[in-house]
């Protein structure tokens, strides 16, 4: 087949460039496929609702305070079970994963390798089919080690698309950046594989003939060397013991080697032009795309002592973003040349935990409050995005959302709730039914954002949104972890122990289920998790459990999206 392409003058000329061409042509057509599946839920982003402005680049315009959520809701709301008004609320069109049977959705969550699930390492394992089968195609490596290095040139631009924030094929799909981070790690793994077995076999087949110390002396060989060695560089310093306990070698070695490795593989070999600039376009275009979405404006620093965390508040970047998605930050006025990374709440205020040196360094910033009677520190900063969050799902085209959150991971719930409320209280949003549930080590972690809490709670009535707080705390209470002069108001309860999520999620969906007035408003119910990989595992069980299957399903599912950061 290969053979009657290339007769044809359709591709490149010789067998080895035109297998891997059109094996990648395949795979290019199933990236289409995929996006015109993905296609209806894009285009439901431009419906009245869907926000499709927001989610790119910062605006300064001044969001709505809570003050005027509240004294003006009363215009714009609907009782629970009363239809909406279909011109106002955007389109709700479901995901596969509340599509497919519950069964099959649990089989393809399961974590097989890491975090990655049964699907992902199906994915992984049919691209390495395709690859694998483009540098055997009637030849063998130690005859023809050439077709390995093709294989491996034209793994680049997906590698580096893979590794862009703005990433091209989370685009397509209508997924984040972050959701597709193991898919560059394995493309990348199999692409340094595919040029180590291209040079081992090359080296094989010239010692056998005698002639590799004359071959070494031929600049493109020395070239190709070159390349390999940088290869090399990057599957080394991307392994697990460099990506977590030296992260800021890890980025250095992948910025300097990814972009040298690209001119050596030209100078190395003529063929492999096409690729590189297309790779090198694909990272070039990043590149000038986080130029675009970043800022320099002054962040007001306060300490949360009692959850371990600091808040920064930027007033000066008051739009364009959706809640949930996260920034990259770096301090310019104290000597901060490192870039932490913090979810985006209403406001724009970001919650970093006191975890590593970076965020250390931060919260002494906010404790010296410079600015006096607590008040905090202010800092100019660099602050690059937004990027992550929901993709081409709309949360405020649901019928109910549940926010399960673990000790920081409170920002995006907070967050999430808070933008529902106020989409509510503007007549954009079908939700009725919303529940945050926040699990924390000790009951004090509450007492910071309780105002924040009772005032969404508020908000919550005003609008006619059945919206609860479930806070639960892990560790026994002590003379200095106590729930004295904790005011508890209606619609927060506070309970020692774990959560039980499959419970908690079956009252929401009766809930949710009993505030539909028809089969029409029945949009689904939306649930997401932010915090440790165990409470990842947690919910992924509660969404799959048989008695949530059996309420969800008159509803229109149930969709789970996850915000599990980890390097």
Known sequence: MFELLVARGAGPSGLDASVVFWDHIVLICVVGVLFLLTLPRALARLSPGGQWEEGHFFRGAAH????????????VTTRLGEKLDDTQVPRHVRAWQAIVPVRLMNVLRFPLVGRVGVGGTIVCVLYFALLLFAALYRTTIWTNPVRAGYVAVAQVPF????????????????????????LHRFAGRLLVLAAN???????????????WSSAISDISIAWGLVSLILFDILFLFSLDIFRRRLHNLFLSTHFVASIVVLVTICLHMADAVPYVAVGAGLYGLDR???LLKSRICIATLTCLPELHMTQLRIPALARGWHAGQHVRVRVLSSGMGLYGRGTIQDGM??????????????????AADRKGAGMGSNVRVWVEGPYGGPGYTIPNSFHGAMFVVGGSGVSYGLAAAQELLQQAQAGTSSVR???????????????????LLSALVSLGNTVDVDFRVS???????TEEHTTKELVIPTGITLRPGRQRLRVMLSGLLERTLSSAQDAESRRGVYVGVCGPASLGDAVRKAVGGSEVSRLSRPLGGVELHEEIFSL
């Open 64 to 75: 709505m305070s809570d003050d005027q959520s509240v004294s003006s809701g009363s215009r």
């Open 349 to 366: 205020v970001l919650l970093c935990k006191t975890t590593g040196r970076w965020t250390r360094h931060l919260h002494g910033i906010a």
């Open 159 to 182: 590698v580096y698309a893979l590794a862009t924030k703005n990433n091209v094929l989370s685009v397509l799909l209508g997924t984040a950046y972050d959701k597709l981070n193991y």
């Open 433 to 451: 039914v919303i529940e945050l549930v926040w699990a924390v080590h000790h009951p004090e972690c509450l007492r910071p954002l309780l105002p």
């Open 197 to 211: 077995v291209h040079a081992i076999g090359f080296i094989y087949k010239l010692t056998l003939e005698g002639k």
């Open 288 to 290: 000038v795309l986080r």
């Open 471 to 477: 806070v639960s705390y892990t560790r026994a209470i």
